[in-house]
């Protein structure tokens, strides 16, 4: 009757192990991604975009879905500048985070809200961000902001 009994306990020792190695992994992969969109709030509100962008997969399979569908890092670099043309335009970015979801080891799904303070008028709306981790580092893939 011990067998049996000494069997459960090990494996629910093994289990609890395993269940908090992936809990950690996943607070540590969320922690990466709010201290990458941190880092570019701090970069937008310098009117710095071009270091804002460091956040995104510099690949020519980037998507970014704002007023219109645009393929591409540069593309999106480029609607960025043109759309926001100084720091007047730009504002001061915050934003609110809803939910992190993984999706899988190597993605994660976020949903949060955003707002431009702007002495040429407040705007707002939400995101859905895609990001992969490519080489160890969190990449944005894909960016539907609205």
Same mark, same amino acid.
């Given at each position: 009757?011990?067998?049996? %009994?000494?069997?459960?306990?090990?494996?629910?020792?093994?289990?609890?192990?395993?269940?908090?190695?992936?809990?950690?992994?996943?607070?540590?992969?969320?922690?990466?991604?709010?201290?990458?969109?941190?880092?570019?709030?701090?970069?937008?509100?310098?009117?710095?975009?071009?270091?804002?962008?460091?956040?995104?997969?510099?690949?020519?399979?980037?998507?970014?879905?704002?007023?219109?569908?645009?393929?591409?890092?540069?593309?999106?670099?480029?609607?960025?500048?043109?759309?926001?043309?100084?720091?007047?335009?730009?504002?001061?970015?915050? %934003?609110?985070?809803?939910?992190?979801?993984?999706?899988?080891?190597?993605?994660?799904?976020?949903?949060?809200?955003?707002?431009?303070?702007?002495?040429?008028?407040?705007?707002?709306?939400? %995101?859905?961000?895609? %990001?992969?981790?490519?080489?160890?580092?969190?990449?944005?893939?894909?960016?539907?902001?609205?």
């Amino acid at each position: 009757m011990k067998r049996p %009994f000494r069997l459960v306990s090990i494996f629910l020792i093994l289990f609890s192990f395993s269940l908090s190695v992936s809990l950690s992994a996943q607070s540590s992969n969320i922690s990466s991604i709010k201290s990458l969109l941190l880092r570019q709030r701090n970069d937008w509100n310098k009117g710095n975009v071009s270091e804002f962008m460091k956040g995104y997969w510099e690949s020519d399979s980037l998507l970014f879905i704002g007023k219109s569908i645009s393929n591409g890092y540069q593309k999106t670099l480029e609607n960025y500048k043109k759309g926001y043309p100084d720091t007047a335009a730009m504002g001061h970015l915050d %934003f609110e985070f809803v939910e992190f979801r993984k999706l899988s080891p190597e993605y994660y799904f976020v949903i949060g809200k955003w707002h431009l303070k702007r002495s040429i008028g407040d705007v707002g709306g939400a %995101f859905t961000l895609l %990001f992969k981790k490519i080489k160890g580092k969190w990449n944005i893939v894909v960016d539907h902001s609205s």
